[in-house]
C-alpha cells in the first residue's frame, strides 16, 4: 500500500497515544504518512460540554505532529459548517483523486461503524483500516456480513494507556499533563485555559 492514511477525530485534545498508534499502523500497512482530520462539530457529540473549540482542537493538532515526518493535518472538516460526517470527507478527497481513501479507526469504532452516517456507502467508498490493542477483542459476530471482510484490515498497534478524558481530568484537578502529550499541546492548554474546572 502506498499513500496516506488518515485519521479523524475529535482530539479533544490529542495525545501521544493518537500518534504512537497511528505511526505503528502506518508502518504495518506501508502507508508514507498520516493525515489527521479534526473534526469540526462531531456527530456523536453534539452538546458535549468538555468539548474544545473547533480552532483550539484543530491548532493543538497542529503543534502536536509540527517538524514530525509523515504527519500533517487537514482542516477541511473545521472549515465545513453543520456535523461533521466522514461520508463528506471522503468523498472530498476522492474528487481529488486520492484513490483509495484509506481510513484508520480504533477497535472500539469498528463496533459502532455500522451506525455511522451512511455506513453502507461509506464501507464502499473508503477503505477501513481498524487498529487493534494487545489482548482487544473485537465484535465480529454482532456486524452485519457486510462489515466481515473488514477482518483482513487489522493492524496491531501497541497497548497506550493514555487517554483524552484522563488528560482534561487532570487539568481540572490541577495535575501536571506532561508525558501524555507534546509540550507545545501542554503549554497550549496552559495558556488559553482549556479543560480547567468549571467554577
Not at 456535523?83 to 483523486?97: D, M
Not at 481510513?103 to 455500522?114: C, F, S, V, Y
Request: proline share 9%.
Amino acid at each position: 500500500m502506498q499513500g496516506k492514511i488518515c485519521l479523524g477525530g475529535t482530539f479533544n485534545p490529542i495525545h501521544l497515544g493518537h500518534l504512537l498508534c497511528a505511526r505503528a499502523a502506518a508502518e504495518a500497512a506501508g502507508a508514507d504518512g498520516v493525515v489527521l482530520f479534526p473534526a469540526g462539530s462531531p456527530a456523536h457529540k453534539p452538546n458535549d460540554p468538555d468539548l474544545a473549540s473547533a480552532q483550539d482542537r484543530l491548532e493543538m493538532c497542529r503543534l502536536a505532529v509540527a517538524g514530525i515526518p509523515g504527519f500533517s493535518v487537514d482542516d477541511r472538516e473545521v472549515r465545513r459548517p453543520g456535523p461533521t460526517f466522514t461520508i463528506h470527507t471522503v468523498r472530498e478527497l476522492k474528487a481529488e483523486g486520492w484513490n483509495p481513501v484509506t481510513w484508520l479507526i480504533g477497535g472500539d469504532m469498528l463496533n459502532i461503524l455500522p451506525s455511522w452516517h451512511q455506513a453502507d456507502a461509506l464501507l464502499s467508498e473508503a477503505r477501513f483500516l481498524i487498529m487493534v490493542r494487545p489482548g482487544a477483542e473485537l465484535a465480529w459476530p454482532s456486524l452485519p456480513p457486510a462489515y466481515q471482510a473488514l477482518r483482513q484490515n487489522v493492524v496491531r498497534v501497541p497497548r497506550i494507556e493514555i487517554s483524552a478524558t484522563e488528560i482534561r481530568s487532570r487539568v481540572q484537578a490541577g495535575l501536571p499533563i506532561d508525558f501524555l502529550t507534546m509540550p507545545a499541546v501542554c503549554r497550549y492548554i496552559a495558556d488559553h485555559r482549556l479543560y480547567q474546572a468549571k467554577p
